[in-house]
């Protein structure tokens, strides 16, 4: 079966473009084909093999049926025709080799031996799934080169300072605290109220002093005496609970069950949170009523109050008349 030794030039089916490679990649994820310009009547079949849906594509058999037709110089049947898409066909003119058979390094081809026929070759085995591939490698290019420029044009000021970390202002210790330490240290904050608030609050961390210094300082303003009735007790790894009891200048009591947390700060153990577990309030006394003889001391003293104004009032009219006689003396 004689065949075409005449080979033309390979080239990639989406085209070449060395200067421009996002155009080839466009090309490629839209499925835009260079059509072939040398190979004539077997046009329709390459097309058709290289259909974008996979669906529409020739199948091994048709093509095969394809390629015998045109390599035979028949045409393609009418069904293949339609199938590769509409294009006109033709069938190709059989040549007879000339020469050797075979191919040498030097791409120079040999053809058989004087007399020989060779038969058609059989078609090259189909390719499957090769067009998603290449469509899903250019658009993850086209997001990498994209994602390139992006980070590129973007400012990010002084990197040497972004990867400074900002400096601490407080420094907590690891160190395990002793229960001891720990319930002295409430017992040691307790001790300074209500009269040294000032020292108290340099024992408090950032938390404790959120509202502020004048609302602390108001706070114990209005506490004359306080009380532990719950000694500190450490509940946890730096937890004490304790329990304390304040009078108010009106008389109230309060007594109040506090969970502080504690932690060593800048060097200074320092109470750093303050829960408060359980509030109860007593109400002030009530006046007592005054006995019998607080009431006569009470009249007896208003007595005395009249009796002196009494006294006044004689001692002034005998001075008027006093000062009225010498004067009528005076006239005679």
Request: glycine share 10%; with cysteine; proline share 9%.
């Amino acid at each position: 079966m004689p065949r075409c030794t005449r080979r033309s030039r390979a080239r990639p089916p989406f085209g070449e473009d060395e200067d421009n490679s996002l155009a080839l990649l466009h090309r490629v994820a839209a499925g835009t084909l260079a059509p072939p310009r040398r190979a004539g009547s077997f046009e329709p079949v390459l097309m058709g093999m290289l259909r974008a849906e996979p669906g529409e594509r020739l199948t091994a058999n048709q093509v095969r049926e394809a390629a015998q037709a045109v390599a035979t110089g028949n045409p393609v049947p009418e069904a293949l025709a339609e199938a590769a898409g509409g294009w006109p066909t033709q069938p190709l003119t059989a040549v007879t080799a000339v020469g050797p058979m075979g191919t040498r390094l030097d791409a120079v081809p040999v053809g058989p031996a004087p007399g020989a026929v060779t038969a058609a070759p059989g078609p090259a085995p189909r390719s499957r799934g090769v067009r998603p591939l290449l469509a899903g490698g250019a658009g993850l290019l086209v997001v990498l080169l994209a994602g390139v420029v992006l980070l590129t044009q973007l400012d990010w000021g002084d990197s040497s300072a972004a990867r400074e970390p900002a400096p601490s202002t407080t420094t907590t210790t690891s160190r395990a605290l002793s229960a001891a330490e720990l319930e002295k240290a409430v017992a040691g904050y307790y001790a300074l109220l209500p009269e040294r608030t000032g020292e108290a609050w340099a024992r408090l961390g950032p938390a404790p002093r959120a509202e502020g210094r004048q609302a602390y300082e108001s706070h114990w303003a209005r506490v004359t005496r306080l009380a532990v009735v719950s000694p500190p007790r450490r509940t946890a790894e730096d937890l004490v609970h304790v329990g304390v009891r304040l009078t108010l200048r009106n008389g109230a009591k309060v007594t109040e069950f506090h969970q502080h947390g504690l932690a060593v700060e800048g060097g200074r153990l320092l109470i750093v949170s303050d829960t408060l577990l359980h509030s109860e309030r007593t109400a002030a006394p009530d006046r007592p009523p005054r006995d019998q003889d607080e009431k006569k001391d009470d009249e007896k003293k208003d007595d005395e109050k009249k009796d002196d104004e009494k006294k006044d009032e004689g001692r002034g009219k005998d001075k008027e008349d006093e000062n009225g006689g010498r004067g009528r003396g005076g006239d005679g």
